[in-house]
């Protein structure tokens, strides 16, 4: 059983239809806490998309059973500390990195003020954004792109991070 801190994501007979095409049969597994789990599909299947949404309790569509220490990833205490950050980069172009992240976080967090710009802050130093965080995001490459895209997930401080 987890002590506390520790977190166990178990997935049981987990299948998706995607375009009335089965893009996910059957899958199961567990991921622990304190481990990377890398979850790959071949030739552009886009299984490990699937998986991903299922897992972040994204995905309406699944059938089968997803716990996190036995509690469904639908329940709404899970769906609040978990985020995803798919492919897709919503990000707002014309501002700074910096800007982007501050942005998100007063839309999302009721806590504001000086608290919220350490947090911010806190986080684009972890993610070394400092050297861009005035840079419009337009002017950045795409792996700068992505670390902003986590930034502004990271404001929240999830327990559960999917990236895709």
Not at 57 to 72: F, R
Request: contains cysteine; glycine residues 6%.
């Amino acid at each position: 059983m987890p002590t506390i801190g520790q977190y166990e994501i178990a997935f049981d007979s987990v299948s998706v239809n995607h375009n009335r095409k089965a893009v996910l049969d059957n899958v199961s597994g567990i991921i622990r806490s304190g481990e990377v789990t890398a979850l790959v599909s071949c030739c552009g299947a886009r299984g490990d998309y699937y998986l991903l949404n299922c897992l972040a309790g994204s995905d309406q569509d699944a059938s089968g059973t997803i716990l996190v220490n036995g509690t469904p990833v639908t329940s709404p205490k899970f769906l609040h500390n978990s985020a995803l950050i798919d492919a897709d980069l919503s990000t707002r172009d014309e501002l700074t990195v910096r800007e982007n992240v501050m942005f998100s976080a007063e839309m999302r967090v009721s806590r504001g003020g000086d608290r919220l710009r350490r947090v911010v802050e806190d986080v684009i130093d972890l993610l070394e954004l400092e050297d861009v965080a005035h840079t419009e995001l337009r002017r950045c490459s795409p792996f700068v792109r992505r670390r902003v895209s986590l930034a502004k997930e990271l404001v929240l401080s999830p327990r559960f991070v999917f990236i895709d």
